[in-house]
């Protein structure tokens, strides 16, 4: 009695089996049991193979389990599934790329923006907080009213560069600038109680325009402080000198006149 095929591979025997006691054989391709009559309806599905594949192969050791392992193998994706998998990726670079240039030219015309609306430089600097920057820091407001009872209005470092036009600032010290930093302010007024202007290192603080400034300015190494009108220098007051004493009148020497005159009497 000859079985339809094997249950495993799907081969069909190549010569006349005899089924064991339980109605079994041994495939001569795969080498697994098979059952001599062809599987019962409602079982689960029999796994078919391309069993001319084995055929070919003269090194097949029926024996040799290593090369069932890869029976379990799932088949190559369709060329369909790897086209939908390829369209996928390339919609989300695709959408990574968009997003990224309307948040890029979002920021840009902020920027751009922030030279000639107050409403947008409030969101830059509202003059609640001391403006404060560092690095390459590019920073520019428009119409900020800032006041503060002690410390700093406007803190620059580094290469930053701020630009503060049409403000109104009134803190103990109104600019303190370091580093390479460069403060521009523009219109407006700025009163320093303490300072106007601090510079050090290499900063440059410029006031520029129809400004009114007040307060005195401090320069060390090489800062510089710029204004339409110079303030006075920062300095220490020098003690007062002592005065010398006043000298009491000479006294005249006695005339001889009288004397001469007797002189003459005689």
Known sequence: ??????????????TAVTPDAQGMYTCAFCGKLSYVTPPVEGAG???????????????????????????????????????????HRISWIVWLVVVLGVTGGAGVGITRC???????????WDGKEPLQCGGNDRISVTGVTANFNAGAAIIAGGNCQVRCEGCTITAATAVEAGGNAQVT?????VTGTTLLADASGNARVTFMGDVKVSGTVKESRKGQVSTPT??????????AKAQ?????????????APAKARAKGK
Request: some cysteine; proline content about 18%; hydrophobic content about 30%.
């Open 45 to 87: 599905p029999a796994i078919r193979h391309n069993w001319a594949d084995h055929l070919d192969d003269d090194d097949h050791d029926p024996d040799d389990e290593d090369e069932d392992d890869d029976d379990d193998e799932p088949p190559p994706p369709r060329a369909a599934e790897t086209a939908a998998v390829a369209a």
């Open 114 to 124: 922030t030279k000639g609306s107050s409403l947008l430089s409030s969101l830059v």
């Open 230 to 239: 110079p303030p006075p220098a920062a300095s220490t007051p020098e003690p």
């Open 244 to 256: 010398p004493a006043a000298s009491s009148p000479a006294k005249a020497a006695p005339s001889s």
């Open 185 to 189: 302010i523009a219109n407006g007024a």
């Open 1 to 14: 009695m000859k079985p339809v095929s094997c249950s495993h591979c799907g081969a069909p025997p190549a």
